[in-house]
């Protein structure tokens, strides 16, 4: 149905390689499932830009390239010709549903437009029973006021089934999917997944779905394009690539993947707890008028204790309360009732210089590791300043920043180096360092690896695995991915609506999950949901 | 009722604020050297101490600082602006005459340059690079350069010297007799541009790197794969959402225009309250300066409060809270 041969792609010069694309051919039948899989940068989504004429005008394809549907080279096309294959007989879904959707616009308009732009002469009333129609297909439940509502004021679920609606309101021959997932929870995640297999079933469009995560192309694949840094590396059914791959960057993605039921024994000295939470509750108070605040708790009696040596994983959907938890016991933020003590003291009494030296005991490490460093600052100072502000003299503060850097895998020629050098792995293993700067107690990591590309992943939660063993850290892993948790942790807390409602040494969590929402959380995990899928059962090829 | 709601609580903070404005202007023109006493005096001619200290306590000068601020704010919040000394006639009653043509000169020249100015930037940031982009930049860069009263001097000898096509002062309104509409846009035109010319490179700039911005956006590139025409794509998603930043600017730029006025009412003659407070500072006439200062302070407030109402209405993501 849609093939592609000798796809090369120009890039502007000046940038770290010629080609985006280099002469990449596949095709997709109709009906099937192609995943095309690859790192950041590997030129997987330039190629689902290429196939919906969506490329910026910086890039251009060169001339023995071609994208044929239905027999016409889409390539060849005017843009008045393009205007008319858009939409209609290719659809695009985006990763970020908040950005790809107007904000000042009621999505039921958004998607009224495709039918418009196609030259449909609907009345009023017919659109609108269309728009509601495909509104309640795709799974919204109240598909009528839904429709009248802006993006702001819906949940990312919601957001991504509209755009879902929108790409298939003119039931197109082919689907891409733009990593569609990747911002949502796992449990949504399922939910959209079953519903782009459903209408795929029901029009047998070609569905080309760009990831990053092996889980999804074991669930729903037919055939899988690996892609690294602009080529084609391989290329086959799914059976074929998870079982048999024969490159070796493939071999590497796929033993990258954080795999379940693949745990050491803790070796906690069960002993002595470090952090101890009791009874945490904490409240926003949120407007909903002008004379009016509602309250809304975030956190609802949460206990539990983190002992030396012992990394816990706090495990949550979107909402569920991890991050402010984070945010409390590193006093970020106050709280309202309960209590936290370290080594058996009360945390929050401190205040002025005896916060201060709390602060150093727990340090944390950020999710995006773009925005936790202060561009303008070079790399040794950015490790440095907490030792310096503990009262450590500069010149020792800069041993300090150079040793953890090594320990962390960075150089010393990093230290005079400013954050925009590096890349986002390595920048988190410079905030790593600056959280290790302050020998701190307790480390919490707040969706530290959340934001890498898998290989990267893999290689921090070594390290992080690493320091603990040399270290003896003592860690908080917040996580919304049962995989990475279920690789680092000792012990899971499954957060939901700001409850604890399960608790248990890691292994036992994964084999008999006592809470129905456990459950459906490692449900949802793409790639196990059968637990026999290809990629756990071939877990020893790499 | 929420919205009506959000309005009176601007309404009541926007009253409050002209109160500590009211305030503040009085203080500081107390603050200036020099005692508006030995001023009158001066100007009577009559500058011996005991004139001086009946002139003090006929305008109840001898009164501690806070007590005649409180005659003040009283006096003025029930509308009575005081007694010009110069002109000698109601401050209140002078502003009032001179504020039609302020208004209609700055209003103008705000709807003028909003138009103008967003359109070429519109037009140059939906092609940004090509020679058009290129043109209206330059023609923003020069006008953001070139000083306003040198503008004003070149078009009336431009336009009125030479071409005799313009009036080059007053309003039409001279001499007791009430000039047609057209006549009255012959007076309004010039000032109107000169007035106009720097707010126009400002909207281009904004709007141009507005619409560039956004074009870049996710949602826009969404409305593409829609197979939705480029013409409608920049009107539907492209243009509500450039416009914000610019109607953020304008309602800050609003209250800049009436102390921009100054200087073209100056050079047009044009007979308005800019003017009035320029020859009021000139000439140390307090009162009216003061009711100038008020009056302008009230403008912008209430442009302010417009703006903000009108902001609730086009970006339906502000969310009404205090």
């Known amino acids: 149905?849609?093939?592609?041969?000798?796809?090369?792609?120009?890039?502007?010069?000046?940038?770290?390689?010629?080609?985006?694309?280099?002469?990449?051919?596949?095709?997709?039948?109709?009906?099937?499932?192609?995943?095309?899989?690859?790192?950041?940068?590997?030129?997987?989504?330039?190629?689902?830009?290429?196939?919906?004429?969506?490329?910026?005008?910086?890039?251009?394809?060169?001339?023995?390239?071609?994208?044929?549907?239905?027999?016409?080279?889409?390539?060849?096309?005017?843009?008045?010709?393009?205007?008319?294959?858009?939409?209609?007989?290719?659809?695009?879904?985006?990763?970020?549903?908040?950005?790809?959707?107007?904000?000042?616009?009621?999505?039921?308009?958004?998607?009224?437009?495709?039918?418009?732009?196609?030259?449909?002469?609907?009345?009023?009333?017919?659109?609108?029973?269309?728009?509601?129609?495909?509104?309640?297909?795709?799974?919204?439940?109240?598909?009528?006021?839904?429709?009248?509502?802006?993006?702001?004021?819906?949940?990312?679920?919601?957001?991504?089934?509209?755009?879902?609606?929108?790409?298939?309101?003119?039931?197109?021959?082919?689907?891409?999917?733009?990593?569609?997932?990747?911002?949502?929870?796992?449990?949504?995640?399922?939910?959209?997944?079953?519903?782009?297999?459903?209408?795929?079933?029901?029009?047998?469009?070609?569905?080309?779905?760009?990831?990053?995560?092996?889980g999804i192309v074991a669930d729903i694949a037919d055939e899988v394009a690996v892609m690294e840094s602009g080529n084609l590396v391989e290329f086959g059914s799914k059976e074929d690539v998870l079982a048999r791959a024969q490159h070796r960057y493939t071999r590497k993605l796929l033993a990258a993947v954080p795999r379940l039921h693949e745990h050491k024994a803790s070796v906690a000295e069960r002993s002595t707890p470090v952090l101890e939470v009791r009874g945490l509750s904490k409240t926003y108070g949120v407007a909903t008028s002008i004379f009016r605040r509602q309250d809304m708790r975030v956190l609802n009696d949460v206990n539990f204790k983190v002992c030396k040596g012992e990394v816990v994983a706090l495990v949550g959907e979107s909402g569920s309360g991890k991050s402010t938890i984070a945010k409390c016991l590193t006093r970020l933020t106050s709280i309202d009732t309960g209590s936290i003590r370290l080594d058996g003291a009360d945390m929050l009494s401190l205040k002025g210089e005896a916060l201060m030296k709390l602060r150093r005991k727990v340090q944390i490490v950020f999710q995006d590791p773009y925005g936790s460093l202060n561009p303008r600052q070079k790399i040794v100072d950015a490790v440095s300043a907490g030792p310096i502000a503990q009262g450590v003299a500069s010149r020792e503060a800069r041993e300090l920043a150079e040793h953890l850097l090594t320990i962390v895998g960075l150089g010393r020629n990093a230290l005079d180096r400013y954050p925009h050098e590096f890349s986002g792995g390595q920048r988190q293993r410079i905030g790593i360092a600056r959280a290790l700067a302050a020998k701190p107690e307790v480390l919490i990591a707040d969706e530290a690896v959340s934001a890498l590309d898998v290989t990267v992943q893999a290689q921090i939660l070594r390290l992080l695995a690493d320091l603990r063993d040399r270290l003896g850290l003592t860690m908080l892993f917040i996580t919304h991915d049962l995989r990475v948790a279920g690789q680092v942790s000792d012990r899971i807390i499954v957060l939901k609506a700001g409850n604890v409602v399960e608790e248990g040494p890691t292994q036992a969590i994964f084999t008999k999950p006592s809470n129905q929402y456990t459950y459906s959380l490692l449900q949802a995990i793409p790639g196990i949901s059968s637990n026999e899928s290809a990629l756990v059962r071939n877990k020893c090829v790499c | 009722m929420?919205?009506?709601?959000?309005?009176?609580?601007?309404?009541?903070?926007?009253?409050?604020?002209?109160?500590?404005?009211?305030?503040?202007?009085?203080?500081?023109?107390?603050?200036?050297?020099?005692?508006?006493?030995?001023?009158?005096?001066?100007?009577?001619?009559?500058?011996?101490?005991?004139?001086?200290?009946?002139?003090?306590?006929?305008?109840?000068?001898?009164?501690?600082?806070?007590?005649?601020?409180?005659?003040?704010l009283v006096n003025t919040l029930s509308l009575d602006f005081g007694h010009s000394y110069r002109l000698q006639t109601d401050v209140l009653a002078l502003i009032i005459e001179r504020l039609p043509a302020t208004i209609a000169l700055t209003g103008a020249a705000f709807i003028f340059s909003l138009v103008v100015g967003v359109s070429l930037g519109v037009i140059a940031g939906s092609r940004p690079g090509s020679k058009v982009d290129v043109a209206i930049q330059f023609v923003s860069v020069a006008l953001y350069s070139v000083p306003v009263f040198w503008i004003g001097l070149m078009l009336i000898l431009v336009f009125s010297l030479k071409l005799h096509w313009l009036p080059a002062s007053g309003t039409g309104f001279e001499y007791g007799q009430i000039p047609g509409v057209l006549e009255f846009l012959s007076h309004l035109l010039l000032?109107?541009?000169?007035?106009?010319?720097?707010?126009?490179?400002?909207?281009?700039?904004?709007?141009?790197?507005?619409?560039?911005?956004?074009?870049?956006?996710?949602?826009?590139?969404?409305?593409?794969?829609?197979?939705?025409?480029?013409?409608?794509?920049?009107?539907?998603?492209?243009?509500?959402?450039?416009?914000?930043?610019?109607?953020?600017?304008?309602?800050?730029?609003?209250?800049?225009?009436?102390?921009?006025?100054i200087a073209v009412e100056t050079i047009f003659a044009w007979p308005g309250i800019g003017r009035l407070g320029y020859e009021a500072l000139v000439q140390r006439d307090y009162n009216m300066l003061l009711g100038v200062f008020l009056v302008t302070a009230t403008m912008v407030v209430l442009l302010n409060l417009v703006a903000d109402v009108l902001y609730v209405v086009v970006d339906p993501r502000i969310e009404l809270v205090r």
Request: aromatic share 6%.
């Open chain 1, 1 to 214: 149905m849609l093939e592609i041969e000798k796809l090369s792609i120009v890039l502007p010069s000046g940038a770290d390689r010629a080609l985006a694309i280099k002469d990449v051919s596949f095709s997709v039948k109709s009906g099937s499932t192609l995943c095309l899989v690859g790192e950041s940068g590997s030129g997987k989504s330039v190629i689902g830009q290429a196939v919906a004429g969506l490329l910026p005008q910086t890039l251009h394809c060169l001339k023995q390239s071609s994208i044929r549907l239905g027999g016409r080279n889409l390539l060849s096309l005017d843009e008045c010709a393009w205007r008319r294959i858009r939409g209609r007989e290719i659809g695009m879904v985006f990763q970020e549903p908040m950005t790809a959707l107007n904000p000042l616009m009621p999505v039921g308009q958004q998607i009224a437009e495709v039918y418009r732009s196609h030259g449909l002469r609907l009345r009023k009333a017919e659109v609108r029973d269309r728009v509601e129609g495909l509104l309640e297909r795709v799974g919204i439940k109240d598909p009528a006021r839904i429709s009248k509502s802006y993006t702001f004021r819906m949940s990312g679920g919601q957001r991504q089934r509209a755009m879902i609606a929108m790409a298939v309101a003119m039931k197109p021959k082919v689907l891409i999917a733009d990593e569609p997932t990747t911002a949502l929870d796992v449990t949504t995640q399922r939910q959209v997944l079953d519903l782009l297999a459903d209408f795929q079933a029901e029009t047998r469009m070609a569905l080309i779905f760009i990831t990053h995560d092996f």
């Open chain 2, 2 to 72: 929420q919205f009506l709601g959000y309005v009176s609580w601007r309404l009541l903070k926007a009253a409050a604020l002209l109160v500590a404005v009211i305030s503040l202007n009085f203080l500081l023109i107390r603050m200036v050297p020099g005692d508006p006493a030995t001023v009158i005096a001066g100007e009577s001619g009559m500058a011996d101490a005991d004139f001086v200290a009946r002139i003090r306590e006929i305008y109840g000068l001898d009164q501690p600082l806070l007590v005649q601020l409180k005659t003040y």
């Open chain 2, 191 to 261: 000032p109107m541009i000169t007035l106009s010319l720097f707010y126009i490179a400002v909207y281009i700039r904004l709007a141009r790197t507005s619409v560039v911005d956004v074009t870049h956006q996710d949602f826009v590139r969404t409305a593409k794969s829609k197979g939705l025409p480029s013409a409608f794509i920049l009107r539907k998603h492209v243009l509500p959402n450039a416009i914000l930043p610019v109607v953020t600017m304008a309602a800050l730029q609003a209250g800049h225009l009436v102390s921009g006025s």
